[in-house]
């Protein structure tokens, strides 16, 4: 089991940057495995972002369309920790960002919510007009 914790969230205007942060502890992030980005707006459901499958010290991502050129994903295994880089935000991304983790290497890159074993508690991000 993996614990996450989101970070990096908060108020900006529109065409402004944030870099989101997932920290993992109680488990090791090693071998091959999924860490993916969803957010969910007010009155809305939850929506894939983003999905890294990581595995012999490489990674590959795979993007929703409505994110595609703007957000990047990245991250680093010594510290544990997965990012989403954030640019040319508009309010329409306005929403609580999560993180979620696939540690059984049974999925590449998954946009599905039920694949994910663990979860964050979520960063608020609002981006004004």
């Known amino acids: 089991q993996v614990q996450l914790v989101e970070s990096g969230g908060g108020l900006v205007q529109t065409g402004g940057s944030l870099r989101l942060s997932c920290a993992a502890s109680?488990?090791?992030?090693?071998?091959?495995?999924?860490m993916g980005w969803f957010r969910q707006a007010p009155g809305r459901e939850r929506e894939f972002v983003a999905a890294?499958?990581?595995?012999?010290?490489?990674?590959?991502?795979y993007y929703a369309d409505s994110v595609k050129g703007r957000f990047t994903a990245s991250g680093d295994n010594v510290k544990n920790t997965v990012y989403l880089q954030m640019s040319n935000l508009r309010p329409e991304d306005t929403a609580v960002y999560y993180c979620a983790a696939d540690t059984t290497g049974a999925y590449y890159y998954t946009a599905t919510e039920s694949h994910y074993d663990s979860w964050g508690q979520g960063t608020q991000v609002t981006v004004s007009s």
């Open positions: 109680g488990r090791t992030l090693s071998g091959r495995y999924t």
């Open positions: 890294t499958t990581w595995g012999g010290g490489t990674g590959t991502t």
